[in-house]
């Protein structure tokens, strides 16, 4: 097949374009997105909060080929055979590039490594995505913006998942750009429009070669359903992803962040009871 | 035909000539969650390919 803008072989369809053409779109697309959102000022610090995969890869590719101050914040849970390999692959990524690049591991900041607290198997997400979640916000503290690699098929399972669960008021907290609270660095998502096939064909011409390894720990398998069910509509109705996500923005103003923001009486993060969740788990992990 | 699959990673050998899109089918893969390279370049869902070719089929998917 050849591309539509020339005479090419093309490397996707819809749109169809050669290699060059491609990340010619891709590049103005994300270009696009930032502007549109008003996601950066070219003066402001940037974090990403990268974990060696095709997404967050890409996105801290394109923040400094585009120019801005951008450096990389990697958290590394303690799993065994898996983050490894990724944090390998983003030292050397980020050394390259000449990206500054941080590391806070669980073990220093929690005391264990995730692989020692649960067992193989057994489901861990919800452990792991706090305490990950609390450092993202403590260490960025200095930064203007946490940058993330969530893309539409992340976005659009999680609009989905959020109507199939009836949890409409999670709807306030997603979106490209974070509102402004105070305590959290806001979060931004330059490949919020993006595909993950386009991330993955992005990644392969540019040559990055992330490894592929998948988390030991059992997943959160109704997001698993959600994106085998989206996937499969959309390659029968190509666009359903996109036409979620923009619906869902159109009334996302509708809603309001809900609780009132309190402090962390052990940390100070903000939280929304007392004592927040990743020094309630904390205490819990010490125990075991 | 042979055929590396990346996830679940396996290598394959089956006898095809056609479109890169039917042979997803046949393989019951869903073209959203693929991308397709013969000898190291990235094909679309509209080539063609044939028993001659070695074909990689690599996961879009993020593993975590
Ligand atoms: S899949 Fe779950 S356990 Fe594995 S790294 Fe992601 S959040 Fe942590
Ligand atoms: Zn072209
Ligand atoms: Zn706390």
Request: aromatic residues 6%; contains cysteine; charged residues 15%.
């Given at each position: 097949m050849k591309c539509s803008k020339c005479s090419n072989n093309a490397v996707?369809?819809?749109?169809?374009?050669?290699k060059e053409h491609f990340i010619e779109y891709f590049e103005t697309k994300v270009k696009d997105t930032i502007k549109q959102n008003n996601?950066?000022?070219?003066?402001e610090k940037v974090c990403v909060a990268a974990s060696g995969g095709k997404d967050s890869i890409t996105t801290l590719y394109l923040l400094h080929k585009f120019g801005y101050n951008v450096e990389a914040l990697a958290v590394d849970e303690g799993i065994e055979g898996y983050r490894d390999h990724t944090l390998a692959f983003l030292k050397d990524f980020c050394e390259e590039k000449g990206i500054i690049l941080h590391i806070k591991s669980y073990q220093e900041e929690?005391?264990?490594r995730l692989d020692t607290v649960v067992p193989k198997g057994r489901p861990a997400c919800n452990i792991c995505g706090t305490f990950r979640r609390h450092l993202l916000n403590k260490y960025t503290q200095d930064y203007d913006k946490i940058a993330t690699g969530h893309n539409l098929d992340d976005e659009s399972q999680a609009v989905l998942m959020n109507l199939l669960k009836a949890?409409?008021?999670?709807?306030?907290?997603?979106?490209?750009k974070t509102k402004q609270i105070k305590g959290f660095t806001q979060k931004i998502k330059?490949?919020?429009?993006?595909k993950e096939k386009e991330i993955m064909t992005y990644s392969y011409i540019k040559g990055f070669n992330t490894p592929y390894n998948e988390c030991p720990y059992a997943k959160d398998s109704y997001r698993a359903h959600v994106r085998d069910l989206l996937n499969s509509i959309e390659s029968k109705n190509p666009g359903t992803k996109i036409n979620l996500i923009n619906k869902y923005l159109s009334i996302r103003e509708g809603f309001s962040q809900d609780k009132e923001i309190r402090f962390c009486?052990?940390?100070?993060?903000?939280?929304?009871?007392?004592?927040?969740k990743a020094c309630r788990l904390k205490k819990q992990v010490k125990a075991v | 035909m042979k055929i590396l699959i990346e996830r679940p990673k396996k290598e394959i050998e089956i006898e095809f000539n056609g479109k890169v899109k039917d042979l997803l089918i046949k393989l019951d893969?869903?073209?959203?969650?693929v991308i397709i390279a013969k000898n190291k370049e990235i094909i679309t869902l509209e080539d063609d390919v044939s028993n001659e070719d070695e074909i990689e089929i690599l996961s879009v998917v993020s593993g975590g």
């Open positions: 996707f369809t819809n749109p169809t374009l050669c996601m950066i000022q070219k003066q929690v005391g264990k949890q409409i008021n999670l709807f306030a907290r997603q979106g490209p330059p490949l919020y429009l993006m009486e052990v940390c100070n993060s903000p939280c929304s009871s007392q004592i927040c | 893969i869903n073209s959203e969650e």
